[in-house]
């Protein structure tokens, strides 16, 4: 299967939720976690979580993925902030068009993927 942004015929596994995501989670190293969906009859173990082969080429995976690297270094900020829990606090500044486009990414990719998990967003 093409590209389905730019056409190219080379594409590559496009994780789904970003790898580093992934890995943020993990509380241990070499932890894996199992997949399950409805339907299926066992789980999948995952390192990487859940991608897709025939969806993106790897230019414009790392286009996504651009976005994807800010909103975790975002991220990785507010966690090292340990503001209370229901607190407030300032990181500044916060590129809100990168972060639309991060969450976007992301619908878009489970909006078009044959993975289990996939989303209707509509036309």
Not at 11 to 17: G, M
Not at 28 to 48: A, D, F
Request: charged share 25%; glycine share 12%; proline share 6%.
């Amino acid at each position: 299967m093409a590209c389905l942004i730019c056409g190219e015929a080379k594409t590559i596994e496009a994780h789904l939720i970003p790898k580093a995501f992934v890995a943020e989670v993990k509380t241990e190293r070499g932890e894996q976690h199992l997949i399950l969906h409805k339907g299926e009859e066992r789980p999948r173990v995952s390192n990487t979580g859940v991608y897709d082969r025939g969806i993106l080429c790897g230019p414009c995976d790392s286009i996504l993925g651009g976005h994807e690297d800010y909103a975790l270094e975002l991220l990785r900020e507010l966690r090292k902030a340990k503001a209370p829990s229901g607190g407030m606090f300032t990181v500044d500044p916060i590129d809100g068009d990168r972060m639309v486009r991060f969450a976007a990414g992301i619908a878009w990719k489970y909006a078009v993927t044959t993975q289990p998990g996939r989303i209707d967003i509509g036309p």
